[in-house]
């Protein structure tokens, strides 16, 4: 039988869909899918209230959920949630089905504020087994977050959610039984959809190591893959010498195959340095997404500070002062993180972050507390981003892989780093760190206190490589 989910496969990448339903390969979600799935459960069953009161379809086997959907519309259920039909060797449960005057409206409900393709074909399958098993569809609405919704109080949920009305495509009886024939996995067609793919190591587990999707400045890799040029020499010719990213390309390519050392601007770098001042604060944020508002003031898929490390030092010469904050469980905290922010970062000197994810933070409090502006503009006065040198590649090995994210900048300039985040308890990655903390606030005992140590080790781990990286650039330029 044919679900959505398998016609959504497909219409992904046919070899996905093969994949998948042979189990060809067993592959593990990653953190942030593990994330959005939690979320988009989440958003699922608030939306079930979007339209007052519902019944609800249980899962079970096809045949009983589709016997369940007829007994609630043969008793007059104006709102059915998982709605259940079969048509031939198809089958689809649509998210919300709802009378609407002669017939019915059908509602996929998405835990995202943008409009996507492959949300079309979603519902696509479903009006073409619903219209095909005698159901009269007049409207297919995709019911998805709204992003100018601020919360007050109570989750408003006519706001919380947003209708947009999708024409469906059509779906052919050939589409159909292209996928029914569908007995192989066949050859890898690239593209942009690969790289957020489960399956892509097994997909590409036939390159060399110096194929075009570790040249990471490089646009376009899917369409030289799809074009045979697949490793550096090959795509050496390609590149143009007045493209910033070929450039880039033709760099990192130039490390990899040649034992080049440390690329140093020195002058770019000094004058990148001339902008720090002790005392120096090292901060680093960790955050979750709260798909569901809660807090006065904020929106869907609000960014919330859990978390942070902060490490000082007064002067050249002084050791280093540790700080740290973690909220173990669910509230309102707001008010508790821009005072301790403001109280922990003192009045002068740079305030150390890498990229710009903590400006935009700090921004976002900002809004949610104008009487603190004055101090959190002075706050973001003085923030200087210390992966800068690195992006401008004023600072560039080989090791560092063309990237310049510091998981990569530690181990390739400081001896001793090379595996510290690989060597961390339980969370290695800041997706894990998301995850973990949605652990942290639903567990109790050791597992929470494992966790607790485990979250506050790999942030603290994220400001002390600050520290090292900014102590190599300094032994550098000397």
Known sequence: MITKSNFIDYCKCPKL????????????????????????????????????????????????????????????????CEASVVYKDLFCA????????DGYDIYE?????????????????????????????????????????????????????????????????EELDNIRRLNREGTTVGCEECSKCNFFKYCYKHLPEDNVFNLVKLQKKYDYYNRGIITYDQVLPELDEEKETHRKAK????????????????????EFLSNITYPIYYLDFETIKD????????????????QYSLHVQDSIDSGLKHYEYLQESKYDNIDEVVNRLINDLGTNGSIIVYSSFEKGKIEALKVLRPDKAVELDAILNRLVDLEIPFKNRNIYCKEMKGRSSIKYVLPALCKGFERAYESLPLIHKGDGAMAGYLKLISTKGQEHEDLKYALLEYCKLDTLSMVKVLERIYELVK
Do not use: C
């Open 291 to 306: 798909v569901e508002p809660f807090i006065n003031g904020t929106w869907p898929n609000f960014t919330r500070i859990v």
């Open 17 to 80: 869909y093969y994949l998948k339903k042979e189990k060809v390969v067993e592959v593990e979600e990653r953190d942030a899918e593990k994330i959005n799935k939690e979320n988009g459960i989440l958003v699922g069953e608030l939306a079930r209230s979007y339209f007052g009161d519902y019944k609800l379809v249980r899962k079970d086997s096809p045949d009983k959920m589709v016997k369940q959907t007829n007994e609630l519309i043969e008793s007059g259920v104006e709102t059915i």
């Open 109 to 173: 409900v998405k835990s995202t504020n943008e409009l996507k393709d492959i949300h079309q074909d979603d519902v696509s399958f479903q009006y073409y087994v619903l219209t095909n098993a005698g159901y009269k569809i007049n409207n297919v609405y995709v019911l998805m977050l709204n992003k100018d919704y601020i919360f007050n109080d109570k989750l408003d949920l006519q706001n919380y959610l947003k209708q947009f009305p999708v024409t469906p495509r059509e779906v052919s009886e």
């Open 251 to 270: 760099e990192q390519i130039n490390y990899y195959q040649n034992d080049l050392g440390i690329k140093l601007e020195k002058d770019k770098v000094e």
């Open 94 to 101: 649509v998210d919300i089905l709802h009378k609407n005057e």
